[in-house]
């Protein structure tokens, strides 16, 4: 998944732009609701965004997850958890990514989790990056071994989190391998594994560099 629904993911670094007006008020989102198809308003929305019209974007997305489209709905999430285009809002948020969870979709389970997290909520923190790991989300995968180790939501699990964080990594997540290798080195399996752990983390800094460079936007950062 990526984060802008119908493309790839997004880097949420992205300078974040604020705003306090209400999109529901500007010119363009009465108009938005007589143009002749979803596509043509999603077409606009992703054109919007990559120009840095937030705001702008913002209301298409909004039209469209009112519409139902779950891509939609879990972007508006992320928009709102970000402050991208709208005042941040994690309960909106939330709220938004709920919605197109309930929908099947495994990313929003990913960003419900995400808003759990930082709103102190572990255990449930715990349970929706369970469900996105399960479903094959990876950042989820990332995020449980995450849980795991730090005792968030579940008793420290240092074993559980060194298999979940290699799985993870097996599958492209940088972020995965780099706490893979610290459990390494911290001595998870012993002498050889701090060696080996020594060798994986200037392995993982390698591929950071050379994803930066080549998808600055990989899926393969999301934390």
Known sequence: MSLHPGGPSQNRQRELRPTHSCPEKRGLYPIILQMESDDLIF????????????????????ALADRG?????????????????????????????????????????????????????????????????????VPGCF??????LHGRGCGKDPAKAYDLLSDAYAKGH???????????IAGQRGLFGRL???FLLLRVLLEVVVTAIREPNSQRFMV
Not at 45 to 61: H, P, S, V
Not at 108 to 133: P, S
């Open 69 to 137: 489209r779950v891509g939609c709905r879990r972007f508006v999430g992320w928009m709102y958890f970000g402050g991208e285009g709208v005042e941040k809002d994690l309960s909106k948020a939330f709220e938004w990514f709920k919605k197109a969870a309930h929908q099947g979709d495994r990313e929003a389970k990913f960003g419900a989790g995400r808003v759990c997290l930082l709103t102190r909520d572990d255990t449930n923190a715990l349970t929706w990056f369970t469900l996105a790991c399960r479903e094959g989300f």
């Open 43 to 62: 077409a606009r929305a992703q054109e919007l965004y990559g120009k840095g019209d937030f705001q702008g974007a913002f209301q298409l997305y909004l």
């Open 174 to 184: 940088l972020p995965a391998g780099r706490a893979r290798a610290r459990l390494l």
């Open 143 to 148: 995020r449980l071994g995450w849980m795991y």
């Open 196 to 198: 080996l752990g020594i």
